[in-house]
């Protein structure tokens, strides 16, 4: 993680995490490919993630972190914009990713997802909306294909949208195999499934992206924030 920061335009090296099932469940492999399909966001969108990051200490005390976190509902997200503006780059390191092993429900599953995109929305807007042109675009191919009964195409394109998402499962297999090794066993053939659950990914995105406009408050850790004018936090109730 701290190799990147021999060089003086980077200003923090971060990763990401993957949750890997222990035990056979719908949500918690849904949780495990939304993950491992968000990394490849993360490694060209300039952005920290909060679940791996590495700063030099001079520049964490110069950026004045420690008071900028106090006030932050994301300390990846506000630490993002900061070094933004500060003109450092935030390098991805993919052969550091985390890696957790747990499950999860429905509840849990749509209480991190929901609070992500939303929090987005609200200080990151810019990935926010190339979220959203993503998956625009690929609803916008999928109406017209069923709408025009052009079956082909809309064969043609989720093949390669499943064969992108097997790649990446592929990739992540063959470089980093040791974080594989508690994957509940029905899940071996890892980058087959991963590619045949894309569909309902992105069915899950259009929910979360809709839930995400709906207002300005968040829920976190047993709080509700609403988040106002120049992204200030009011609590609203415990």
Not at 17 to 36: D, E, I, K, M
Not at 206 to 220: E, G, K, P, Q, R
Request: net charge positive; hydrophobic share 55%.
């Amino acid at each position: 993680m701290a190799a990147p920061l021999r060089e003086a335009g980077v200003g923090a090296a971060t990763s990401a995490l993957l949750a890997v099932p222990r035990q056979f469940g719908f949500w918690s492999f849904l949780r495990f490919v939304w993950l491992g399909v968000t990394v490849s966001f993360w490694s060209f969108m300039g952005a920290v993630c909060g679940q791996s990051l590495a700063m030099r200490r001079q520049d964490f005390y110069d950026l004045q972190v420690p008071g900028l976190w106090e006030g932050a509902l994301l300390e990846d997200l506000a630490l993002t914009a900061r070094l933004r503006r500060w003109g450092k780059e935030v390098r991805f390191v993919a052969r550091a990713m985390p890696v957790t092993v747990g499950d999860c429900d429905a509840s849990q599953f749509f209480d991190v997802f929901n609070r992500w995109i939303k929090c987005c929305r609200l200080f990151d807007a810019g990935v926010w909306l190339m979220g959203l042109a993503y998956l625009a675009t690929k609803t916008g191919i999928t109406l017209w294909s069923a709408w025009h009964h052009d079956w082909r195409l809309l064969a043609i394109f989720w093949a390669f949208d499943m064969l992108n998402v097997w790649l990446l499962f592929a990739v992540y297999r063959l470089f980093l195999p040791d974080r594989f090794t508690e994957l509940y066993p029905a899940y071996r053939p890892l980058p087959v499934l991963a590619a045949l659950a894309s569909p309902v990914l992105t069915a899950v995105y259009l929910l979360n992206y809709a839930t995400s406009i709906i207002n300005n408050s968040v829920s976190w850790g047993g709080y509700i924030y609403r988040v106002g004018a120049q992204k200030r936090l009011t609590v609203v109730r415990r």
